[in-house]
């Protein structure tokens, strides 16, 4: 192992400074040294070598779809099935991967138990905030869809918005009402007003004082 290693270094160091260029005399130590997959994932970790080719084997990160669906079905245990129904859940896509008609509505749409309200949440999750404490949300098109939804339904469109942590566990939580903020972007001296200090409902009554409470500034 240890002659490996000094072969690798001596070749680095005698390589010439133009990549185009080979030095003679000086073999690629990669080319014919024979080594075992134990001994190169103790040298490089979080590696494996396959027929001379290496490999990470650390997770594949997760695409935004990915993500999305983690932080929407995060966003079904804030209302739990004792008060609530979940009248619709949108698939946004099939398994072959194509997107699927109904992703042009709102994430989901809810039916309170106690009055038989309904009213549609559409999930956003982002990492982080910007230097302003501002963040994107939706198209002027995704907009306009989900007020669509609101019409036909007659059940109003509730952003919930996760901040940082993880998808299945945000740091904060923020929601408030897209008929009023109907913004592309949402800005901080809304979010500020919005943020949820609860984890959780269990009446629709408790969802709307909490809606109330937000003004435009």
Known sequence: MTSFINKLKNYYNNRSSDPNESKKGIDDPLSSFSITEEDFEKIFPGTTIKNNITSQTDEKPKDYYEI??????????????????IVHYTTGKARTGRLVEDCILPDLLLRSLDN????????????HLDEKGNTSI???????????????E?????????????PTNPERLFLYDLKRFQYEQIYYCVLKQAELHQRGFISI???????????KQ
């Open 68 to 85: 999305g669906k983690e932080f929407e079905d995060y966003c079904t245990t804030l209302f739990p099935e004792n008060f609530f129904n």
């Open 205 to 215: 009554n408790e969802l709307e004082i909490h809606i109330q409470r937000i003004k």
């Open 138 to 152: 939706a198209t002027k098109n995704q907009i306009n869809r989900y007020m669509k939804a609101q019409r036909k």
């Open 154 to 166: 007659h059940a109003p469109v509730y952003i919930l918005l996760g901040i940082g942590g993880t």
């Open 116 to 127: 038989n309200k309904k009213f549609w949440i559409e999930c956003k999750y982002r990492t």
